[in-house]
């Protein structure tokens, strides 16, 4: 907690909340608060220099607010790079919700929620993600018009999601082995949702060798059933030789911890902010030589498809779309190598300098 000591000496005033903001260059934060449904939430609203911020609302039982407002601070800044990479004429956002997904929800939960997002008059537009639905998406949508990924229009973002993933680490693939062929490679995933799920089946089609984790047991039993791949335990996947590294579930998996135990060649998940400090491990992985495709390049499936809908575009944009992430690997990879900085800080430029570009363009003439 910060204290005024003189409120008559403004400098002495010290905002905690405004300085994170200004650490991530972010334009907005709005803070939900509803005790008649018991919500709260964040909604972060990055950067709206290439269109209105659209990210997912995402929803966790977080330790503390703290916590929250950290991870709203750096998905939204994701969203406003994946954006960018990704052609999208759209800014950066996301929102988090505090609170169980699996009891907390209901209709006026969301609704309440959904006017939150329509205060916002047009500059936040959200859709599902980790812990909330489709369905979750339609109760916002009785309140605000600013949501995407509604049933019957571009509906779950997870199969594009997935493919651009798969897509984007056979370039990944290229880059390291010479050919981007996945048939009898061994590859972890490590989290089998609806992302993890739709990669697992494109990779067992192409004949790779596939090993899978997840806090859900039944739904492990299942996947291993269903796809003929092999159930390893949740600390057991750093321990992996494997070939390529796919972590599909929560971020900072990629830590000063797991770079100590993985043996693969290539890190290319469909996962948030995989590198738990981007300065530090960032370089790491490249000085052991692995190739790391950044994540917010890899995973611009979902807000492809998402985009689709809110231009009116056909559905089989999305697919067609998200084939570009392959050459947006590429493109990453060789002049990461070329410069001999680490991929991530490879992406982050190129998505500045779309940015920066594009912000020219609507300087007033």
Known sequence: MFEVKDIKDTNLIENPVIAQMSQYNHEQLLFCNDNATGLKAIIGVHSTVLGPSLGGTRMWMYNNELEALTDVLRLSRGMTYKNSLAGLNLGGGKSVIIGDSRTMKNEAYMRRFGKFVNSLGGKYITAEDVGTSTQDMTWVSM??????????????????????????????????????????????????????????????????????????????????????????????????????????????????????????????????????????????????????????????????????????????WGMIKAEEIYTTIQNIIKRSKQENIPSYQIANRMAEERIEAIGKVKLPM
């Open 143 to 316: 309140e605000t018009k600013h949501v995407v990924g509604l049933p019957g229009k571009s509906g779950d973002p997870s199969p594009v999601t997935a493919y651009g993933v798969y897509v984007g680490m056979k370039a990944a693939a290229k880059e390291q082995f010479g050919t981007d062929a996945l048939k009898g490679r061994k590859i972890a995933v490590q989290g089998v949702g609806h992302v993890g799920e739709y990669l697992v089946g494109h990779l067992v089609k192409e004949g790779a060798e596939v090993f899978v984790t997840d806090i859900n047991q039944e739904l492990l039993k299942r996947i291993s059933s269903e796809y003929g791949v092999k159930v390893v335990g949740l600390d057991e996947i750093y321990d992996l030789d494997v070939d390529i590294y796919a972590p599909c579930a929560l971020g900072a998996t990629v830590n000063d911890e797991t770079l100590k135990r993985l043996k693969c060649a290539v890190i290319a998940g469909a996962a948030n902010n995989q590198l738990k400090e981007e300065s530090v491990h960032g370089r790491l992985v490249m000085e052991k030589g692995i190739i790391y495709a950044p994540d917010f390049a890899l995973n611009a499936g979902g807000v492809i498809n998402c985009y689709s809908e809110f231009a009116g575009l056909n559905p089989d």
